[in-house]
T-cell receptor
Framework: DAKTTQPPSMDCAEGRAANLPCNHS???????VYWYRQIHSQGPQYIIH???NNETNEMASLIITEDRKSSTLILPHATLRDTAVYYC????????????FGKGTTLSVSS | KAGVTQTPRYLIKTRGQQVTLSCSPI?????VSWYQQTPGQGLQFLFE???????NKGNFPGRFSGRQFSNSRSEMNVSTLELGDSALYLC?????????????FGQGTRLTVV
């Protein structure tokens, strides 16, 4: 079973920041938080991952709370092309570890 | 750099038949994982191959099998197809080193069993 809880859906206006929350209260010390997204009819796309520090790349920012029990993925300026299902996944970085997908959050960006 | 290539993109098979799906990973990637996606069960892990050996396996019946070749290309086989096997089958490749890294997914093969 997935170790994360995400809201089933969220809406965001184009150009605004999209903040997607994820609860992972049972996360272990050696587990990372990964985010993937899946645009309709395509394979999932890696976005970002982190252990305990906040992370930023060209796609998004990841904010992890100090107790590591929750995190937020931030898309700073959402566009229509960001409409997708976003998955928050907790996993170790041990080689061969599978990605266990939950139901994710469907983000709808509208103009 | 070419991405992950899955063939065929679409497939229609009859119950009881078998099917083989193919996945070519990103050049230099040695790990290939397979996932099944259905509306009811979502994305589920099937198995992972690294250097021609199955390194991890999900909770699927033995009808689902796979293999990996020396060039890291992988095939997945489903025998005695059932209607419930209709799904999008996704392949993901990663470097597969001792430390896990991000996985890159292909576009998938949509299998319809009639």
């Amino acid at each position: 079973d997935a170790k994360t809880t995400q809201p089933p859906s969220m809406d965001c206006a184009e150009g605004r920041a999209a903040n997607l929350p994820c609860n992972h209260s049972t996360i272990s010390g050696n587990e990372y938080v990964y985010w993937y997204r899946q645009i309709h009819s395509q394979g999932p796309q890696y976005i970002i991952h982190g252990l305990k520090n906040n992370e930023t790349n060209e796609m998004a920012s990841l904010i992890i709370t100090e107790d590591r029990k929750s995190s937020t993925l931030i898309l700073p300026h959402a566009t229509l092309r960001d409409t997708a299902v976003y998955y928050c996944i907790v996993r170790t970085n041990q080689a061969g570890t599978a990605l266990i997908f939950g139901k994710g959050t469907t983000l709808s960006v509208s103009s | 750099k070419a991405g992950v290539t899955q063939t065929p993109r679409y497939l229609i098979k009859t119950r009881g038949q078998q099917v083989t799906l193919s996945c070519s990973p990103i050049s230099g990637h040695r790990s290939v994982s397979w996932y099944q996606q259905t509306p009811g069960q979502g994305l589920q892990f099937l198995f992972e191959y690294f250097s021609e050996t199955q390194r991890n396996k999900g909770n699927f019946p033995g009808r689902f099998s796979g293999r990996q070749f020396s060039n890291s290309r992988s095939e997945m086989n489903v025998s005695t197809l059932e209607l419930g096997d209709s799904a999008l089958y996704l392949c993901a490749s990663s470097e597969g080193s001792l430390r896990g890294t991000e996985a890159f997914f292909g576009q998938g093969t949509r299998l319809t069993v009639v």
